[in-house]
């Protein structure tokens, strides 16, 4: 399966079993309860950059709303569109991901559908921001994401060698 940065995808259970972070969001099992995630590619390396999507709103819009507050702004959240609806994309929960950890692509009567590009723009220029603060030693994001990410290196060197 050819993984195309902008679309919507669903991640097999396994993917969990390898990298055993507790602070990813848990995948639930089920067509209707799974997550998506929203996929970006950084760089020209195998390792993808998953954004779990909510269509818990009401929920979201508090949290950027009490960051807001608190902060004056909020990097790590971005209300946007999918599907005609709004979605809450969560890059504060944001991980790194190989190929053969992906299931499926998420379909509407069997068409993938692209996030459209003004929520991509956003949610890439978030998604830059909280890599420099990063690299500056503020780190937004929840999961491990070096730890996971050098688990899908050594797994990708070892698929190769």
């Given at each position: 399966?050819k993984?195309?940065e ?5 991640i097999?259970?396994?993917y969990?079993?390898?990298v055993?972070?507790?602070?990813l969001m ?10 998506n ?8 390396s ?12 009401d929920?979201?819009?508090e ?5 807001i507050?608190?902060y004056k702004?909020?990097d790590t959240i ?19 991901i ?8 998420d ?13 991509r ?5 978030k998604?830059?921001?909280v ?7 503020v ?5 491990d994401?070096?730890?996971i990410?050098?688990?899908?290196l ?7 060698g």
């Amino acid at each position: 399966m050819k993984i195309k940065e902008g679309y919507v995808y669903h991640i097999k259970e396994e993917y969990f079993k390898v990298v055993r972070d507790e602070k990813l969001m848990k995948n639930h099992e089920g067509n209707f309860t799974r997550p998506n995630y929203f996929c970006i590619k950084l760089d020209n390396s195998e390792i993808l950059w998953f954004v779990p999507m909510s269509s818990k709103i009401d929920k979201y819009e508090e949290i950027i709303e009490k960051k807001i507050e608190k902060y004056k702004k909020c990097d790590t959240i971005v209300i946007g569109n999918y599907r005609g609806r709004k979605h809450a994309f969560l890059i504060q929960n944001m991980f790194p991901i190989i190929a053969k950890y992906i299931d499926h692509i998420d379909t509407v009567k069997g068409k993938a559908l692209q996030v459209p590009s003004e929520t991509r723009r956003i949610i890439l220029e978030k998604v830059n921001k909280v890599f420099k603060l990063k690299k500056k030693g503020v780190n937004l994001i929840f999961p491990d994401v070096d730890n996971i990410k050098g688990i899908l290196l050594k797994e990708l060197k070892k698929e190769e060698g």
